[in-house]
């Protein structure tokens, strides 16, 4: 058995808050949150404090995503707008504590759409990704959905899609991860060991697209098909077929958001892991309008 280095003293003082959100779709741009969820803790003492708010979208909730994580019109009627909610979840985080969510790219552009139509902005606090942190320590595994990790690691064995009990699993996978964390002893070396985004790191409209991934854009205006040959951390180059539908960056990194026809679901997927890109042909039976 390898031993493992002991926390520092920098990572026993942090306070860590995971979160998730639930939405009425996949694009932040066009879609909106209906419930924030977040579970203040730190890495020696567990849990510390929680927040939970269901949001009123001001729109029908679609039959599909009430499927998913059975948040009801009926549910949110009386529930308050984003802006106070924001606000509270603001309050709640503080400006010192850490965040993480799963899949943090999809959180941070939802957050940082709905901010954008209030007006607000969250604080320069850094925010981890699950799925980067056991991508890089736990390399190799089948998957790393947020469900397939919390069983594997023995979290818990179901999950809800719901803002509160999966941010909690986010927290539990941080917790048990913790033993593998490089050992930091300041916010700069947190930067420089793993993958931190900001809420302001959030662009959904980038000025400029480089060259590089201009394939990708000419895919998204024409509405042709995409075969890509895609890089993963944690599996060899694959060849997909994708509808691009958007493009976005966080921080220094481009994404498109895409229907995968192999999966037949959207999917992110980082730009510059794409290996090589070719225009296929027209839509496929992923476009809905």
Not at 244 to 258: D, E, G, P, R, S
């Amino acid at each position: 058995m390898v031993d493992t280095p002991p926390l520092t003293d920098y990572l026993k003082s942090l306070t860590l808050v995971a979160f998730d959100t639930e939405t009425t779709g996949l694009w932040a741009p066009s879609n909106r949150i209906v419930e924030l969820g977040g579970v203040k803790f730190n890495l020696i003492d567990g849990e510390l404090e929680s927040f939970q708010s269901l949001v009123n979208p001001a729109r029908e909730m679609p039959p599909e995503v009430i499927r998913v994580h059975g948040i009801t019109d009926e549910m949110v009627a009386e529930a308050p707008m984003i802006g106070p909610v924001l606000e509270q979840f603001i309050r709640f985080c503080g400006t010192d504590s850490i965040l993480v969510a799963h899949n943090a790219p999809f959180d941070i552009a939802f957050v940082g759409c709905e901010l954008d139509r209030v007006g607000r902005k969250f604080g320069e606090n850094l925010i981890l990704d699950t799925v980067e942190i056991y991508r890089t320590l736990f390399p190799g595994l089948v998957s790393y959905s947020l469900l397939s990790l919390s069983k594997q690691f023995e979290i818990a064995i179901a999950q809800t899609h719901r803002a509160l009990d999966d941010a909690r699993l986010v927290a539990g996978l941080v917790r048990h991860a913790a033993a593998k964390f490089p050992p930091v002893t300041d916010n700069d070396e947190l930067q420089r060991a793993m993958t931190c985004y900001q809420m302001d790191d959030w662009h959904s409209t980038p000025e400029l697209i480089p060259d590089e991934f201009k394939i990708v854009h000419e895919a998204q205006q024409s509405g042709s098909r995409l075969q890509i040959v895609y890089s993963s951390p944690d599996k060899p180059d694959h060849s997909r077929i994708v509808q691009v539908k958007n493009i976005f960056q966080l921080n220094t990194k481009f994404y498109m958001n895409a229907y995968c026809e192999r999966v037949q679901a959207e999917r992110t997927f980082r730009l510059d892991r794409i290996r090589s890109a070719e225009l296929v042909g027209n839509k496929g039976p992923g476009e809905n309008g």
